[in-house]
């Protein structure tokens, strides 16, 4: 009995050791097919030849197009967008797809792009260098029937799906940074097939591959008047080295293509995509208590320096929502939710909050008028990947100001100085898991405070924008194009990523970042 027991044992071993030692070579293989192998420099892009004769051997068509970065700062700035969908001047990492328009059908912005039911994009290229955050993400931009005329057409920004993230993104091992990437977008499941297989016969690895659905159960596809404009963009925060990461929006290492099979496919939705779920039940509520005393012990210090009731206003947190100047409804709540009751979301991700204040206020120059905004820190409760503090003028056109945003790794210890000499308990255990930034228009050289002034504008090439922020001191709304409305000001909250699901922790989890104006602005008749 024992020597069938060890004949046994040893036949199952001598399976196992085979097994573990053909992954190893299908893994060596995979890695060897791309190139990716010890002291070889090999790049995504070296394939990209091999990938256009194979797609063309598999029968579709090719448009090449490509990716650059975006500066809708400028382009509000210059007339060509009503607002800047709340995106901060260069630097940023901000980048969108381009596509040459199909035949006859002009597309109404660069990035912006329509897609056949049995089209796809490819996109081959190396992921971000080293960062806190990275994703790839598509959003409906316009829905059918198309008006020509964009200043008419009413916009959405709805994601399609979930993002493709720093967290969920297909790579050839843990490491994330400056990593090969195979990206396709397609509504139809045969030209997934298709294209997944032209992909790894041109020497793609599988394990690269990453494939974001466009249900059509939800947007409609197709090409002309009856087709949705979709953009496809990609983001990147919290560098480890901010020249390096400027150096990859400015010199892409991406090809994009649009795929159009020579024989039209049948139709093959593609399904809704399963989204990954908010929440873990765990909240920031224990500190709660604290933030209460953190509160009081701000307003009993700021009184102290002679900045009574009477000379501040508490600001509101709630999700950002609002009627544009248009009459058109915004808030950046779930996408799903947008598409069912037809309002825009400006390009809102499902990977972070957006809580802004309200009332909007002013901070002048010359006026005795600054902000205390103040909250949990939430990378250190672990509820966030990052999170920022952002600053922007013009209620109507959200210009973020330059250098206006602060991120949760840079918050310090910069709630320590606002502990009383003999604190509340749950204070003084708690305050290093909180943050107070000052936001004024002279720092006068003080730590921990933003310096909202008017600086100079450059652009990704350094050149000046032709506009500048020259209408802070004002309350009279200028209509010129080439000027900004800053007569109004107001904060964004965000919060990325929760590493636990990585999508946006439930907004119900956490502590909401809190504002107190103080000056004249609110008692003024």
């Not at 999700?319 to 799903?336: H, K, Q």
């Not at 840079?410 to 100085?417: N, V």
């Amino acid at each position: 009995m024992k020597s069938n027991v060890r004949a046994s044992f040893i036949v199952v071993l001598v399976v196992v050791l085979a097994m573990l030692v053909f992954a190893g070579v299908a893994r060596s293989q995979e890695l060897e097919s791309t190139g990716k192998t010890a002291g070889k420099d090999w790049s995504p892009i070296d394939n990209v030849d091999r990938l256009k004769k194979t797609l063309d051997r598999l029968g579709f068509n090719l448009d090449q197009g490509g990716i650059e970065y975006v500066d809708l700062v400028k382009n509000t700035c210059l007339g060509l967008s009503p607002d800047t969908l709340a995106n901060n001047p260069w630097p940023n990492a901000y980048m969108a797809v381009t596509l040459p328009p199909h035949p006859g059908v002009p597309s109404p912005l660069e990035w912006a792009w329509q897609l056949r039911e049995d089209e796809a994009i490819v996109m081959v290229g190396e992921t971000p260098p080293d960062v806190a955050y990275f994703s790839y993400q598509t959003f409906m931009l316009f829905q059918p029937p198309y008006q020509p005329n964009v200043a008419t057409q009413k916009r959405y920004g709805i994601a399609v799906g979930d993002t493709i993230n720093i967290g969920t993104v297909n790579l050839l091992g843990p490491e994330r940074a400056s990593q090969p990437i195979v990206y396709i977008v397609t509504g139809n499941r045969e030209t997934e097939r298709r294209v997944r297989a032209a992909v790894q016969k041109a020497g793609y690895p599988a394990s690269i591959v990453n494939v974001e659905t466009i249900s059509p159960a939800i947007f409609k596809l197709g090409v002309g008047l009856e087709g949705s404009w979709f953009y496809l963009a990609s983001r990147s925060a919290v560098p480890a080295d901010k020249d390096t990461l400027n150096d990859y929006i400015k010199d892409p290492p991406y090809v994009v293509f649009r795929v159009t099979p020579k024989t039209p496919l049948a139709a093959d939705p593609e399904p809704v995509p399963v989204l990954r779920p908010h929440g873990t039940g765990r909240t920031e509520m224990e500190l709660y208590p604290a933030l209460k005393q953190l509160r009081q012990a701000i307003l009993d210090k700021l009184e102290q320096s002679g900045y009574g009731a009477a000379q501040r206003k508490e600001l509101d947190t709630k999700v950002w929502s609002m009627v544009t100047r248009d009459g058109r409804e915004m808030i950046l709540e779930s996408p799903y939710v947008a598409a069912q009751r037809d309002y825009q979301i400006i390009g809102a991700t499902r990977d972070t909050n957006y809580l802004a204040t309200y009332p909007n206020f002013m901070l002048r120059e010359g006026e005795d008028e600054f902000v205390i905004v103040y909250g949990v820190n939430h990378q250190k409760t672990g509820k966030v990947t990052y999170s920022s503090v952002s600053i922007y003028a013009d209620k109507d056109r959200w210009f973020g100001v330059k250098d206006g945003t602060v991120l949760s790794p840079d918050f310090g210890d910069s709630a320590r100085r606002y502990l009383p000499d003999n604190p509340p308990a749950e204070l003084a255990r708690d305050i290093d898991m909180f943050y107070v930034l000052k936001v004024a228009r002279d720092c006068q050289g003080e730590e921990y405070c933003l310096q909202v002034n008017q600086p100079d504008f450059l652009d990704i090439n350094d050149d000046a924008y032709t506009c500048e922020l020259d209408d802070l001191d004002t309350s009279e709304i200028d209509p010129a194009p080439l000027n900004f409305n800053n007569e109004e000001m107001f904060f964004l909250f965000r919060s990325y990523m929760e590493p636990e699901t990585l999508v946006a922790p439930d907004d119900n989890e956490l502590l909401y970042d809190r504002a107190i104006y103080f000056g004249p602005y609110f008692s003024q008749p």
